[in-house]
């Protein structure tokens, strides 16, 4: 008699538990799957990697570090003046770029642009932190057009996806990651 209580207790225990959470013989059922919109954006959605971004200080702390130079025609570095060379909110990728391009290179780096106004604009622009011009020295020359690939109309790919153009007085470099650092 006491197990017939026990299992009764256990059934009606069970039947309470299966309807307050909602499954019941019909739910049972095999259902469609859902989808977490999370994981699976609509074809139209815009996707955008977050960066770090960098004060000018302390990209220049980094290119000190690493033997990189940088020059600016008017002699100073205030991201609104276009004369200036500014870092002022680089990616942290695009110095960990030119690092990468200095060690691997073992040439002398002078970056003569960087985040300040005057550059064309876009998502991957100088202003948007993605961008550095470099000094034409014959050893970074060589450097880029013997290494990486060439695609045309003076730009050459690293195998990281970096582009390289050349431009008439200096190196315009598009920064989309680090380039292996």
């Not at 209580?5 to 739910?27: K, M, N, P, Q």
């Not at 780096?109 to 961008?131: C, Q, R």
């Not at 470099?134 to 730009?155: A, D, E, H, P, Q």
């Amino acid at each position: 008699m006491r197990t017939g209580r026990f299992r009764a207790a256990v059934v009606a225990a069970a039947v309470a538990l299966l309807t307050v959470t909602g499954a019941t013989t019909a739910s049972a059922a095999p259902t469609k799957a859902v989808e977490d919109a999370v994981f699976h954006p609509a074809a139209d959605t815009p996707v955008t990697a977050l960066v770090t971004k960098l004060t000018h200080a302390e990209a220049t702390a980094r290119f000190r570090a690493a033997g990189i130079t940088w020059s600016s025609s008017g002699g100073c570095s205030d991201r609104n003046n276009p004369t200036c060379t500014s870092f002022s909110q680089i990616n942290l990728a695009t110095v960990q770029g030119a690092e990468t391009l200095k060690r691997a290179s073992g040439c002398a780096l002078n970056v003569t642009g960087g985040t300040e106004t005057g550059h064309a604009s876009g998502t991957y622009s100088h202003w948007n932190g993605y961008k550095l011009d470099y000094s034409l020295y014959t050893c970074v020359g060589n450097y880029i057009r013997g290494t990486f690939t060439y695609i045309g109309g003076n730009k050459w790919r690293s195998g990281s996806g970096n582009v390289y153009f050349l431009e008439s007085n200096h190196w315009d470099v598009t920064y989309y990651n680090c380039g292996g650092c």
